[in-house]
Each structure stands twice: as C-alpha cells, then as structure tokens.
C-alpha cells in the first residue's frame, strides 16, 4: 500500500469537515476532531474539549436550513517530527437561515493538526471571516488593511 502524504491526507480531513457540514452528519463531523482540541469561531465562541465542540457545533447547525460548505484552497507545513501541522484553508459558505434569510460566508480557517493512530485530527481551528453578509456583497469586508490591522493581522503592508 502506498502512504499518502501528510498534504493529501490533511486535504481530505479538511474535505471530510465540510462534507459532513454540508450532509448535517455530527458523527462524521465529531470524528475530525482530536478529543483535546480546540475551536474558536471568534465572537467569544471559542470551546475546548471534544464534548464542547460537539456542543457548540449541533448548537450552531440548529441556526441553518441548509449549508453549503465549499473548501476553496489550502496549504500545510509539517513540523519536523512529522507528528504535527498547520495549516490555513479558505472556505466559502451559501447558507439558509432557520428564519429564512439567505447569505454567504467567505473565510479561512487557520488549523493546527496533530497525526493519531486514526490519521491527522484537528487539534485547533480558529474561523477567520473575511465577509458575512448577502449574496450582493453589500456589506463590510473584514480583510481590507483598515480592518486587518483593527484584528491586529501581521504583515500588512499595502
């Protein structure tokens, strides 16, 4: 049997995430997780412990009729151990409200990974917005230098 990459199986955790958001599947969804880990959704929602995830995430769905959870692009680096990663993947979302409303999320999500006897499991990810809002992106972007220096991002520099 041939071994996978660290890059093409952290690629299909991250794609066995979004499969699972958009099929509603929480024990599909539970199962990216290391039991220790820890999600931060930013607004003060940040949870550690896989019960508290899994909390906050069916918490969350109740909000959606429906979601579509696109992964766009992404990479990793591996540490030297070979045991631990991180990661930043952008994702775009097309939701349904539970009242109906209709927007779109586009994001990244800044990961760290560490590799168990199951294969690589989230060990953080920390949700990173760049717009939330209607489909005619008439609202705020929150990755211009204004707002990106307001959230402290380093490396600004245009």
Same mark, same amino acid.
């Given at each position: 049997m041939i071994e996978e990459s660290p890059y093409a199986e952290i690629s299909m955790l991250v794609h066995k995430y979004a499969d699972a958001v958009v099929h509603r599947n929480g024990t599909q969804w539970s199962s990216t997780w290391h039991k220790d880990a %820890?999600?931060?959704? #930013?607004? #003060?929602? /940040? %949870?550690?412990?896989?019960?508290?995830? @899994?909390? /906050?995430?069916? !918490?969350?769905? @109740?909000?959606? $009729?429906? !979601?579509? $959870? !696109? %992964? /766009?692009?992404?990479g990793i680096e591996v540490d030297q151990s070979g045991l631990v990663a991180s990661g930043r993947w952008y994702i775009q979302e097309q939701v349904v409200r539970s009242n109906g409303d209709r927007g779109i999320l586009l994001a990244h999500y800044d990961d760290e990974y560490v590799k168990t006897e199951d294969g690589w499991k989230f060990s953080r990810r920390f949700l990173q917005p760049h717009y939330a809002g209607p489909h005619d992106l008439s609202e705020d972007f929150q990755c211009s230098a204004e707002k990106l220096r307001e959230r402290n991002i380093e490396g600004v520099d245009v």
């Open positions: %820890v999600w931060d959704l #930013g607004g #003060g929602r /940040l %949870v550690e412990g896989i019960d508290a995830i @899994k909390d /906050l995430w069916y !918490t969350a769905m @109740k909000g959606f $009729q429906a !979601t579509i $959870q !696109t %992964v /766009l692009n992404g």
